[in-house]
């Protein structure tokens, strides 16, 4: 059902791309609050009866792990797969117990 949601083009503008911006408010410049409409359309670890019990967890370790990638490397894809970054479309995910997507290879350079 998440899947169906993040990608139903009646809640999301252009669902198959990869926008951040949506989660931004326009007029304050600011993250959505988690009353807005925009919010109660993502499902990032489920709801109800059935939510993930380790999704705070999950999120705080996520947020802490690419805030050390991005302070210390710069990462860009290697030039042999330059061109295979379009494959990220999530219609090109491998369905399954866990969904994969397809596989391309990224440099990371630690920062001086």
Sequence with gaps: MPRYIHHNPDLWRDPFHFDPTRFIDPQTNDVFGS???????????????????GGPLAMARFFLMVTNLVQNFTMEPRSSDAHDLSSCDPRNVELGLVSRPPSYSVRFIARS
Excluded: I
Aim: hydrophobic share 35%.
């Design 35 to 53: 009353k807005s409409t925009v919010l109660r359309n993502l499902l990032s670890f489920s709801r109800g009866p059935r939510a993930c019990l």
